[in-house]
């Protein structure tokens, strides 16, 4: 029952998030790692705040031992994108972090990383599930840790300064440091506390910090940093005078912004502000990347300045590709992470959330000054999204009706062209587009819209959920 999704492999707590299913995919990957003869290069070993992290990666780090390959066990909590920097800092193989992301409280999961700090592909995620399959418990081998540093097969590493002044050797700081923004930050409970708020100190940031004690319950939210999430801070930014409010996710790589007004900034706008400050501003040349749920506003951008916006597949590892294969500027998603060229193959919400605070230091303009300038410029568009919970019956009847019969309902605007390449896209002409996928993480059928207004987007996502009640 151990499959992998976009993100890795989540599942719930005590139900299939157990020791016995995280030795089986450790031992389906040491397996491989074994057949490729990749023992002694090493295995960097990461885990976040969430209930059982420290102890799964502690199984992780036992059944690899247990193999006789190398382990690099960070030595404590770390967001995910420090683990991606130290596969390729230490130039390992293959990572593994304990996380579950923005998922609710009761899941856990793992996330496998490959050689440069990349997200496993979906041929890696296929072999593992497939040695997964051949094996049972009694083919598992484990080693006592202590037992484990003793041999040396077990290494403690911090990686934590490294990282940290990878990010800060991309940024201006010392423009930033005179500007002495005022900055609250909810890491939200979650493994980027002490990362962002490190990066804010250096550059002379006045920081706040609410929600950042350990909770496993992430205080009743989901870790995710939305609009609905991030309420406290869009009351707080704007009545205590903060210039922005940051919220980053349960692992660390997805990035929430409040701007200066206490108004929610949108991952989309976000994406857009850094690629158009990047061209215009920093005088950076190249293309950008995003999924097929994100913003055609950014193929705007694009083409006003000679470049091309490449539009891929949802999950970061299409994204991380086509910005290596493109020599890509930026690249994102519509649910709040990105990555710059030069920093790792990855989403990263301290170097995103650094990046904006340059943004606003260099130009003297506020987000939304900056934003109103994108939108005097290259229009505005309506972005929406609606999640649909679904149990396994109505999975398929859904899947039969859009992607085998391939029916669409009557929309009342032209379409210029259906794409099935990643769920279900339909492109409109001249107007706008509409996305239907089960997500790869959660059990929902996730749609978005994006139209020039508001009220043909909630038509378009009314019609849709018509359609496939």
Same mark, same amino acid.
């Given at each position: 029952?151990?499959?992998?999704?976009?993100?890795?492999?989540?599942?719930?707590?005590?139900?299939?998030?157990?020791?016995?299913?995280?030795?089986?995919l450790?031992?389906?990957?040491?397996?491989?790692?074994?057949?490729?003869g990749?023992?002694s290069?090493?295995?960097?070993?990461?885990?976040?705040?969430?209930?059982?992290?420290?102890?799964?990666?502690?199984?992780?780090?036992?059944?690899?031992?247990?193999?006789?390959? =190398?382990?690099?066990?960070?030595? /404590?909590?770390?967001?995910?994108?420090?683990?991606?920097?130290?596969? +390729?800092?230490?130039?390992?193989?293959?990572?593994?972090?304990?996380?579950?992301?923005?998922?609710?409280?009761d899941?856990?999961?793992?996330?496998?990383f490959?050689?440069?700090?990349?997200?496993?592909?979906?041929e890696?995620?296929?072999?593992?599930?497939?040695?997964?399959?051949?094996?049972? *418990?009694?083919?598992?081998?484990?080693?006592?840790?202590?037992?484990?540093?003793? =041999?040396?097969?077990?290494?403690?590493?911090?990686?934590?300064?490294?990282?940290i002044?990878?990010?800060?050797?991309?940024?201006?700081?010392?423009?930033?440091?005179?500007?002495?923004?005022?900055v609250?930050?909810?890491?939200?409970?979650?493994? #980027?506390?002490?990362?962002?708020?490190?990066? *804010? +100190?250096?550059?002379?940031?006045?920081?706040?910090?609410?929600?950042?004690?350990? @909770?496993?319950?992430?205080?009743?939210?989901? %870790?995710? %940093?939305?609009?609905y999430?991030?309420?406290?801070?869009?009351?707080?930014?704007?009545?205590?005078?903060?210039? *922005?409010?940051?919220?980053?996710?349960?692992?660390?790589?997805?990035?929430?912004?409040?701007?200066?007004?206490?108004?929610?900034?949108? %991952? @989309? !706008?976000i994406?857009? *502000?850094?690629?158009?400050?990047?061209?215009?501003?920093?005088?950076?040349?190249?293309?950008?990347?995003?999924?097929?749920?994100?913003?055609?506003?950014?193929?705007?951008?694009?083409?006003?300045?000679? !470049?091309?916006?490449?539009?891929?597949?949802?999950?970061?590892?299409?994204? #991380?590709?086509?910005?290596d294969?493109?020599?890509?500027?930026?690249?994102?998603?519509?649910?709040?992470?990105?990555?710059?060229?030069?920093? $790792?193959?990855?989403?990263?919400?301290?170097?995103?959330?650094?990046?904006?605070?340059?943004?606003?230091?260099?130009?003297?303009?506020?987000?939304?000054?900056?934003? @109103?300038?994108?939108?005097?410029?290259?229009?505005?568009?309506?972005?929406?999204?609606?999640?649909?919970?679904?149990?396994?019956?109505?999975?398929?009847? $859904?899947?039969?009706?859009?992607?085998e019969?391939?029916?669409?309902?009557?929309?009342?605007?032209?379409?210029?062209?259906?794409?099935?390449?990643?769920?279900?896209?339909?492109?409109? =002409? +001249?107007?706008?587009?509409?996305?239907?996928?089960?997500?790869?993480?959660?059990?929902?059928?996730?749609?978005?819209?994006?139209?020039?207004?508001? /009220?043909?987007?909630e !038509?378009?996502? +009314?019609?849709?959920?018509?359609?496939?009640?």
């Open positions: 029952m151990i499959k992998f999704g976009t993100g890795g492999w989540r599942a719930i707590i005590g139900d299939e998030f157990i020791k016995d299913n995280v030795y089986l450790t031992q389906g990957l040491a397996d491989i790692i074994k057949e490729e990749y023992e290069q090493g295995v960097v070993v990461g885990y976040d705040r969430r209930f059982l992290s420290d102890k799964a990666a502690g199984w992780i780090t036992q059944v690899l031992a247990g193999n006789g390959i =190398k382990v690099l066990l960070i030595e /404590e909590y770390a967001p995910t994108p420090l683990v991606m920097y130290a596969v +390729n800092k230490y130039d390992t193989p293959y990572g593994a972090a304990v996380t579950a992301s923005h998922n609710a409280y899941y856990n999961g793992i996330k496998i490959t050689r440069g700090g990349r997200d496993a592909d979906e890696l995620t296929n072999r593992i599930e497939d040695q997964i399959a051949r094996i049972d *418990l009694n083919d598992v081998n484990t080693i006592d840790f202590f037992v484990g540093i003793a =041999k040396g097969l077990i290494e403690i590493i911090d990686p934590f300064n490294d990282y002044d990878s990010i800060i050797s991309i940024l201006d700081i010392e423009t930033i440091s005179k500007m002495r923004l005022k609250l930050f909810d890491p939200m409970f979650g493994a #980027s506390k002490i990362s962002l708020n490190t990066v *804010l +100190n250096i550059m002379r940031c006045q920081v706040d910090i609410i929600n950042a004690k350990h @909770n496993p319950l992430f205080g009743g939210r989901i %870790p995710s %940093p939305t609009s999430t991030l309420k406290a801070l869009s009351n707080l930014v704007p009545e205590q005078g903060y210039d *922005l409010g940051l919220g980053t996710d349960g692992d660390g790589d997805r990035l929430g912004i409040i701007d200066e007004r206490g108004e929610y900034v949108h %991952p @989309n !706008q994406l857009c *502000l850094l690629y158009y400050y990047l061209l215009k501003f920093k005088g950076w040349k190249g293309d950008v990347v995003r999924n097929i749920a994100t913003t055609n506003i950014l193929d705007r951008i694009a083409k006003a300045y000679g !470049q091309t916006c490449h539009e891929v597949p949802v999950g970061f590892k299409h994204i #991380s590709a086509a910005m294969k493109y020599n890509a500027v930026i690249g994102g998603e519509s649910s709040g992470g990105l990555t710059i060229r030069g920093h $790792i193959m990855g989403k990263d919400a301290t170097m995103a959330a650094g990046l904006m605070i340059e943004m606003i230091s260099v130009t003297g303009m506020s987000i939304s000054q900056l934003m @109103n300038q994108i939108h005097q410029r290259f229009g505005y568009t309506y972005f929406d999204e609606r999640n649909i919970e679904f149990n396994m019956e109505s999975k398929a009847r $859904i899947s039969g009706l859009l992607f019969d391939k029916k669409l309902p009557a929309f009342p605007y032209n379409i210029e062209k259906v794409s099935y390449r990643d769920g279900l896209k339909v492109y409109f =002409k +001249n107007q706008g587009w509409v996305v239907l996928r089960f997500s790869g993480t959660e059990p929902l059928l996730r749609i978005f819209v994006e139209m020039p207004t508001k /009220e043909e987007a !038509q378009v996502l +009314n019609i849709m959920e018509e359609f496939i009640q």
